[in-house]
């Protein structure tokens, strides 16, 4: 089994994501909040989901919380390794990724003090469930692209505009995770992963857009 039960597997895809762009932040599990609590945060009619990452702007910067489904989190303490969490519960692997992903990205830009759209935080989760799913499982990067990209359907309750924006996140993110499998070596990957977080916001989707024409 994965060591340490739910709280430790979010610490370990946080820790999993900054070895893979070499950066740092505050520990995600801080930030954790339960049924209730989000609850009590998140609009009364707000659709299901698997995570949650609320944000709100304060004189003194952002409040974050995050909540991850805690049936998903059970599911992945309970795996034996990081590659059977991917193989056998892709859906909350992918839900973990995607909340600490958004919590990583909100912090870094609030670093850097540079905007971030709802897009290029939705995109940079996508790539990023491949990236981390295909380190796991090395050799089926074709099956997990096609798992994360082709199979893959909206949630119920979208709006228009948000089965938009999750529509076009998974176009670029699936453009640049094909590039990204076709490089060499690892380190290619990783190099090239590097550089893309660290592009400005409005650099890095042009390059998406261009890579998905």
Known sequence: MLKGGPEAVLGLVQSHLHAIYRTEAPDVRRFLVDADQLGELREEDARGAD??????????????????????????AGAADPAEAVTEHLRGFCAVVEGISHFLLLVERARRQEPLTLLELETQAEVDKFVCASLHRPGRDSELHARLFRDAQLCEGLGQGERIRYAEAGRLAAGWCRWLAS??????RLDAQRQFWRTAGSRRM????????
Not at 206 to 213: P, S, V
């Open 183 to 188: 490089l060499p070596h690892l380190q290619a």
């Open 206 to 213: 042009d390059r998406l857009r261009r890579m998905a024409a």
């Open 51 to 76: 995570e949650w990452v609320l944000v709100r702007e304060s004189d003194d910067g952002l409040d974050i919380a995050v909540w991850i489904d805690e049936g998903l989190l059970e599911d992945l």
